[in-house]
């Protein structure tokens, strides 16, 4: 359903992505998962079209995302890290944008309420969404992402700020999401939510693959026989141990007395 096929993308002298190849078949979850600056959010964009590759190609179903971006495009949902709402448009007015730009059949007015009532976002229908929350803001996003009822659904960093009940609600709309056979792109550094809802994972840092698969598999392939995701993740990005000593450092400014056990 989503292919990267040796997909390249640098900014000046960082390359992003660096010749990605990977496969989503439909009705799976996959979790991207990978250290801050790693390219999952440039993966994204690159699937989404909100950029286009050096080389390589990527693929929604059998539609090129470069050229074929509309098509494409009318088959995926969105959230991306950070959401992008018009400041002045009420959280209904922005779901009656959406559902026009997909150009959705009748009854949209009733569809919009439908998003509006499961986000929980009724009473502040009518507020722009500049007076919404984090979360709040969160929610809509999410709403606008699946008005469509898309195909391949991508999330950046889903979770990340949300209240618990939000945080549950992401993740019973991803096990919805699955039930009904469609497929979601994970980028999330917690890996708690990948272990729970992911039905494969790959693992990526400095914008390039270092393992795919089932979470099984990936246990197998450590060498230190590690036996959780996140054991498995910092084996492969070699990213824990140094980092968190440099924390530590940075902390306690060289007093050791005062470093914790
Ligand atoms: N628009 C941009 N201009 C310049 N560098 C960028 C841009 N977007 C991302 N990068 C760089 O590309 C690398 C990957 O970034 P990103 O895809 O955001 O990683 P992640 O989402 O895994 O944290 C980082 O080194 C980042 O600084
Ligand atoms: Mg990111």
Known sequence: MLTFEGVTKSFGTVRAVDNLTLSVPGGQIFGFLGPNGAGKTTSVKLAV????????????????VAREPERSKSLIGYVPDRAFLYPKLTGREHLRFLAAVY????????????????????????????????GMRNKLAWAGALIHDPQVLFLDEPTEG???????LVK??????KDRGRTVFLCTHIMELAQALCDRVGIIAKGKLLAEGSLA???????????????VFLELTGSHPAELSGIVEALVGGDRS????
Do not use: F, N, T
Not at 162 to 168: G, N
Not at 217 to 231: C, F, K, N, W, Y
Not at 258 to 261: D, L, N, S, W
């Open 172 to 177: 019973d709309l991803l096990r919805l999401l």
């Open 49 to 64: 079209g909100l950029l286009l590759p050096d080389s390589g190609r990527v693929s929604i179903g059998d539609h090129d």
């Open 217 to 231: 598999q990936l246990r197998a392939m450590s060498v230190a026989g590690a036996s959780s995701l996140e054991d």
């Open 103 to 134: 150009q959705l059949p009748g009854p949209r007015e009733e569809r919009v309420q439908k998003w509006l009532d499961l986000m929980q976002l009724s009473e502040a229908a009518d507020s722009p969404c500049d007076s919404y929350s984090h």
């Open 162 to 168: 949300l209240d618990p009940s939000s945080a549950r």
């Open 258 to 261: 005062e470093r914790p056990v």
